[in-house]
């Protein structure tokens, strides 16, 4: 259920996301699923153009997941925050970059917490993100100063 609202929203069938939405909620006094509730908010708040109700839902996911037993869960949450922040343009490739190595560097220290294949997975997709908005940056501006009118295929 979960996968499939992600699934949805990511792929911008947004209204579809929301109608899947009250099946999630339905979960919600669980601790267990309470994170992914809020983190299900946040995405769609985030895709409808809604940055600060996104943030919101995202901080109030990260929260929640440090009191599940599942000790990978608040960077997980933590790291789908940034992609949106990315997405919607709100925050620096170099800010990203730099949250990212702060996020790794706090977790180096932690005990007994390995790195999920979804922090894994998602930090490189964030990186790539950055690098081809670097790029694209970087060719519009070198055209942009000949003069030229620039072509974007």
């Keep these: 259920m979960e996968i499939a609202l992600v699934a949805l929203a990511s792929s911008g069938r947004v209204a579809e996301a929301v109608k899947v939405l009250p099946k ?3 979960f919600e006094s669980n601790p267990a699923i309470k ?3 809020l983190a299900a908010r946040g995405l769609i708040a985030f895709r409808q153009g809604n ?3 996104g943030r919101y839902c995202y901080m109030a996911a ?3 997941s440090r009191l599940s037993p599942l000790p990978t869960l608040a960077r997980n949450a933590a790291i789908y925050w940034l992609e949106q922040e990315l997405f919607a343009g ?3 490739p170099t800010d990203a970059q730099d949250f990212i190595r702060r996020l790794d560097e706090a977790y180096a220290t932690k005990r007994n917490v390995e790195t ?3 922090w894994t997975a998602r930090k490189k997709t964030i ?3 950055m690098r ?3 790029m694209r940056l970087d060719v519009m501006s070198r055209f942009s100063n000949t003069g030229r009118p620039l072509q974007l295929i």
Excluded: G, Q, R, Y
């Design 132 to 134: 081809m908005t670097e």
């Design 62 to 64: 990260i929260d929640a």
């Design 90 to 92: 709100t925050i620096s």
């Design 51 to 53: 940055t600060d109700k």
């Design 35 to 37: 994170p992914f509730v």
């Design 127 to 129: 990186l790539n993100l």
């Design 116 to 118: 999920s294949v979804v």
């Design 24 to 26: 999630l909620e339905a």
